[in-house]
Structure formats: C-alpha cells, structure tokens
C-alpha cells in the first residue's frame, strides 16, 4: 500500500481500523483516530470524563465527526463522515 517513495521513505496510504478504548478518559485516543481517519469505540464509566471526552471531540475533532453516545454505557463513538448517520 504505498503511494510512493521519497527521498524520507514511503509514504504509505493509511489502513481503516476502529480504535477500541475501554478506559477513555478525557478522549484523547478518540481526537488522534479522528486525526489519523479511525473510527473510535470508548468506554468511560465515570459520567464527569465521559462528557468532557464528548465536549472535546466535538469541539477540537471538526464539523465532520460523528459523535454518538450511548448513555447507558457512557460509550461514545467517533465515526468518519462516510458512516455517520
């Protein structure tokens, strides 16, 4: 999967994963996936973390992210455009 090769090396096209993070916090895992066109699953239990995970994706992740919470499990997710509903 390599676009080309430079003078530094390949550049390589980035391979479509969903990044499962079972401790959350404050989404940091869940902005970088966004950055690096991930999908994220994250599971945070402590409702202060998990909205503040949800203000800073929506936020600092763009117009484009699909946010979606799940309040029973404090689960958000962060979908590419393509699969947002």
């Known amino acids: 999967?390599?676009?080309e090769i430079t003078d530094h090396?390949?550049?390589?096209?980035?391979?479509?994963?969903?990044v499962?993070?079972?401790?959350?916090?404050?989404?940091?895992t869940a902005l970088v996936a966004d950055r690096l066109d991930r999908d994220c699953v994250g599971i945070e239990l402590n409702a202060d973390y998990a909205a503040m995970a949800e203000r800073r994706v929506r936020n600092e992740a763009g117009m484009f992210a699909a946010v979606a919470i799940e309040e029973e499990k404090d689960a958000i997710q962060v979908r590419q455009p393509s699969e947002a509903q």
């Open 9 to 18: 090396g390949p550049i390589l096209n980035p391979i479509p994963a969903t």
């Open 20 to 28: 499962l993070d079972p401790f959350l916090g404050a989404g940091t």
């Open 1 to 3: 999967m390599v676009d």
